[in-house]
């Protein structure tokens, strides 16, 4: 409730304070929403484009994505004008896809029999120009890979061996954590001046990280894999505070040296982690809740989540989740329209 008032509130200053005129193209705000599988949606609510869409780009955007639920919010109670929203976020989306590499989608839903074509980075295919005004940014899980990591964690466990200790001295071609993180650190900064130099006049917000891993690792039933299967206690503390907290500090130091606004989702969404009951959780396990198009089984893994009648959702928010971190970052996107 209090959410709704601030967006009330916040949308009758802005129409106070916006000029009047007619309707048209610079009577609206451009937004323009970045990212990877966390801002995309994939399996929350239907595809967007819809399945069998000839526009579809494999890159498995959902209509109950944080965008799309702050989109509607905005047309609901406008901050003194309509908001065009342009969302090219695609899941598996790493940092320098953001700004300068193309990307090869990677989408299990109903792929062409050649495979997805590569797109253009989202900074191309968005269009950023001098008439954006909001880009908001939620990206680099992927550059580390989290996702990578969590499954060697599940490999480590399964076979009684430490993920820490093989991140924190890995083997030879293997990047340690701390080698990971400076890295991200680099490509996350040179990521944001390219958007600062695309679209000079916008307001660009960063978006972190939810808490995907419990406070304590021994809240997780051990091999569930509707939380988080074989990764043992103490590497999901490790993944936690290691890796997890440090990549969101990353994202909101290297935001802040930008004059960046910084979106902690972290903070709000503890104790929803993977680990919780299926009513609490924002965020599904290894195997979970998601719609009916998503698979359960993931290609080129033994990973078969139809044994425990679940989809193969690996750590990923769910409708709860995309609900909490809208409501923070439509907060945002309308304090940051009322300081332009």
């Given at each position: 409730?209090?959410?709704?008032?601030?967006?009330?509130?916040?949308?009758?200053?802005?129409?106070a304070?916006?000029?009047?005129?007619?309707?048209?193209?610079?009577?609206?705000?451009?937004?323009?929403?970045?990212?990877?599988?966390?801002t995309?949606g994939?399996?929350?609510?239907?595809?967007?484009?819809?399945?069998?869409?000839?526009?579809r780009?494999g890159?498995?955007?959902?209509a109950?994505?944080?965008?799309?639920?702050?989109?509607?919010?905005?047309?609901?109670?406008?901050p003194?004008?309509?908001?065009?929203?342009?969302?090219?976020?695609?899941?598996?989306a790493?940092i320098?896809?953001?700004?300068?590499?193309?990307?090869?989608?990677?989408?299990?839903?109903?792929?062409?029999?050649?495979?997805?074509?590569?797109?253009?980075?989202?900074?191309?295919?968005?269009?950023?120009?001098?008439?954006?005004?909001?880009?908001t940014i939620?990206?680099?899980?992927?550059?580390l890979?989290?996702?990578?990591?969590?499954?060697k964690?599940?490999?480590?466990?399964?076979?009684?061996?430490?993920?820490?200790?093989?991140?924190?001295?890995?083997?030879?071609?293997?990047?340690?954590?701390?080698?990971?993180?400076?890295?991200?650190q680099?490509e996350?900064?040179?990521?944001?001046?390219?958007?600062?130099?695309?679209?000079?006049?916008?307001?660009?917000?960063?978006?972190?990280?939810?808490?995907?891993?419990?406070e304590?690792?021994?809240?997780?039933?051990?091999?569930?894999?509707?939380?988080?299967?074989?990764?043992?206690h103490?590497?999901?503390?490790?993944l936690?505070?290691?890796?997890l907290?440090?990549?969101?500090?990353?994202?909101?130091?290297?935001?802040s040296?930008?004059g960046?606004?910084?979106?902690?989702?972290?903070?709000?969404?503890?104790?929803?982690?993977?680990?919780?009951?299926?009513?609490?959780?924002?965020?599904?396990?290894?195997c979970?809740?998601?719609?009916?198009?998503?698979?359960?089984?993931?290609?080129?893994?033994l990973?078969?989540?139809?044994?425990?009648?679940?989809?193969?959702?690996?750590?990923?928010?769910?409708?709860?989740?995309h609900?909490?971190?809208?409501?923070?970052?439509?907060?945002?996107?309308?304090?940051a329209?009322?300081?332009?």
């Amino acid at each position: 409730m209090r959410t709704r008032a601030l967006a009330v509130g916040l949308a009758l200053a802005a129409a106070a304070l916006a000029p009047s005129g007619s309707a048209g193209a610079a009577d609206q705000y451009e937004w323009v929403a970045l990212g990877d599988s966390y801002t995309a949606g994939v399996f929350v609510g239907d595809p967007q484009p819809p399945l069998g869409d000839a526009s579809r780009d494999g890159c498995d955007r959902t209509a109950n994505s944080y965008p799309d639920l702050v989109d509607r919010e905005l047309a609901e109670f406008p901050p003194g004008k309509a908001v065009h929203l342009t969302n090219v976020s695609c899941g598996n989306a790493t940092i320098a896809n953001i700004a300068n590499t193309k990307q090869t989608p990677i989408s299990p839903v109903q792929p062409p029999a050649d495979g997805w074509p590569a797109v253009d980075p989202q900074i191309q295919r968005a269009g950023l120009g001098d008439q954006t005004d909001i880009v908001t940014i939620g990206v680099g899980g992927n550059s580390l890979p989290f996702g990578g990591m969590l499954l060697k964690c599940l490999e480590q466990g399964a076979s009684g061996d430490s993920c820490r200790d093989y991140y924190t001295n890995p083997p030879e071609g293997e990047e340690s954590i701390q080698d990971k993180l400076a890295r991200v650190q680099d490509e996350y900064i040179e990521m944001l001046a390219q958007v600062h130099q695309a679209a000079p006049n916008a307001k660009v917000i960063t978006v972190g990280y939810p808490a995907v891993l419990p406070e304590e690792g021994s809240a997780c039933n051990r091999p569930a894999l509707t939380e988080l299967g074989s990764i043992t206690h103490a590497d999901v503390d490790w993944l936690r505070d290691d890796v997890l907290k440090p990549l969101n500090t990353t994202i909101q130091q290297v935001a802040s040296y930008f004059g960046d606004r910084y979106v902690d989702i972290y903070s709000p969404s503890v104790g929803h982690d993977a680990c919780q009951p299926a009513d609490i959780k924002w965020v599904e396990g290894i195997c979970g809740d998601a719609e009916d198009y998503w698979p359960a089984k993931v290609p080129g893994t033994l990973l078969n989540c139809s044994l425990v009648g679940k989809r193969a959702t690996l750590v990923h928010p769910n409708a709860a989740g995309h609900a909490n971190t809208a409501a923070h970052v439509e907060r945002a996107i309308r304090i940051a329209l009322l300081e332009r």
